[in-house]
């Protein structure tokens, strides 16, 4: 009976040491996530809309709730509140800055009769605090074209800001492109996408004289409408040139691919449009 004793209190002993050493990893480690959170305070930010899916011509109703991530409660770190509203190629439509009173805020969008979408129009609400402006921060870039990766760039946040340069491919057949943007602050990763404003060699220009035709020899104004492939106004510059490549006028678009200039036409002369 006394040899059962003895090898039961040999194998309890163990254990007794070995919960009593996890016990206190557990609290050390408890001790170290509250150091941590005070020397690395973390804000989380909660949209709430009236609904999930707009229309055109409707309004989005939300409510954001600016909160402390260890407790929960209303932050007093922060007091700025970024919302933005986006269509469905990541493209920002309408961006709203809040102050907030008691960690919350409030605000609307509307929906322009113009916006993408067919029978309906998903909506992602993504917000952001910025308040703090980092320098030394990560930033990792990834340049897609046509659904394929072209070009990875890192580099370095100065005052909070980053520069992103990369050339695009000579070959270039489709404008379908997207820039993705990871930053890692402290070890939290903020990511953001935007689409690349590409504009191919397809062209359509048009111009307006004014009073509907030039005469030789009279200044007159000259309207012109640039269009890329799909219809849409395009922003571009260029010259117009004679038979003997002397220039004549320079021109630039101001909105939208639309634009005017002065000329002077003369007689038998032949003049064409360089874009470059």
Same mark, same amino acid.
């Given at each position: 009976?006394?040899?059962?004793?003895?090898?039961?209190?040999?194998?309890?002993?163990?254990?007794?040491?070995?919960?009593?050493?996890?016990?206190?990893?557990?609290?050390?480690?408890?001790?170290?996530?509250?150091?941590?959170?005070?020397?690395?305070?973390?804000?989380?930010?909660?949209?709430?809309?009236?609904?999930?899916?707009?229309?055109?011509?409707?309004?989005?109703?939300?409510?954001?709730?600016?909160?402390?991530?260890?407790?929960?409660?209303?932050?007093?770190?922060?007091?700025?509140?970024?919302?933005?509203?986006?269509?469905?190629?990541?493209?920002?439509?309408?961006?709203?800055?809040?102050?907030?009173?008691?960690?919350?805020?409030?605000?609307?969008?509307?929906?322009?009769?113009?916006?993408?979408?067919?029978?309906?129009?998903?909506?992602?609400?993504?917000?952001?605090?910025?308040?703090?402006?980092?320098?030394?921060?990560?930033?990792?870039?990834?340049?897609?074209?046509?659904?394929?990766?072209?070009?990875?760039?890192?580099?370095?946040?100065?005052?909070?800001?980053?520069?992103?340069?990369?050339?695009?491919?000579?070959?270039?057949?489709?404008?379908?492109?997207?820039?993705?943007?990871?930053? $890692? /602050?402290? %070890?939290?990763?903020?990511? !953001? +996408?935007?689409? &690349?404003?590409?504009?191919? =060699?397809?062209?359509?220009?048009? @111009?307006?004289?004014?009073?509907?035709?030039?005469?030789?020899?009279?200044?007159?104004?000259?309207?012109?409408?640039?269009? $890329? /492939?799909? %219809?849409?106004?395009?922003? !571009? +510059?260029?010259? &117009?040139?004679?038979?003997? =490549?002397?220039?004549?006028?320079? @021109?630039?678009?101001?909105?939208?691919?639309?634009?005017?200039?002065?000329?002077?036409?003369?007689?038998?002369?032949?003049?064409?449009?360089?874009?470059?």
């Amino acid at each position: 009976m006394k040899k059962k004793f003895y090898i039961a209190l040999s194998i309890l002993l163990p254990l007794t040491i070995a919960a009593g050493n996890q016990l206190g990893f557990v609290e050390q480690l408890i001790q170290y996530l509250k150091i941590h959170n005070q020397n690395y305070p973390q804000e989380k930010v909660y949209i709430q809309t009236d609904k999930t899916f707009y229309k055109q011509n409707e309004y989005i109703w939300y409510k954001a709730f600016l909160l402390n991530s260890e407790d929960n409660r209303a932050s007093e770190i922060s007091d700025v509140i970024y919302v933005e509203l986006r269509d469905p190629k990541g493209n920002v439509v309408s961006k709203h800055q809040h102050n907030t009173l008691g960690g919350a805020s409030s605000g609307e969008f509307l929906i322009n009769e113009d916006a993408a979408g067919d029978d309906g129009i998903a909506i992602l609400s993504v917000s952001d605090l910025r308040n703090a402006k980092t320098t030394g921060s990560k930033v990792k870039a990834e340049v897609k074209i046509g659904g394929k990766t072209v070009q990875n760039i890192e580099g370095l946040t100065t005052n909070g800001e980053a520069r992103i340069a990369f050339r695009l491919p000579d070959d270039l057949d489709t404008s379908d492109g997207l820039l993705q943007i990871i930053v $890692n /602050e402290k %070890g939290i990763e903020e990511s !953001i +996408s935007r689409s &690349i404003p590409i504009v191919l =060699n397809k062209i359509s220009l048009q @111009f307006f004289p004014e009073g509907g035709e030039l005469i030789e020899n009279v200044q007159s104004k000259v309207a012109f409408e640039a269009l $890329n /492939e799909f %219809g849409k106004g395009s922003d !571009i +510059s260029g010259k &117009i040139i004679d038979e003997n =490549n002397v220039e004549i006028a320079v @021109f630039e678009s101001f909105h939208l691919g639309m634009g005017a200039f002065e000329f002077t036409p003369k007689a038998n002369k032949t003049y064409k449009v360089i874009i470059p």
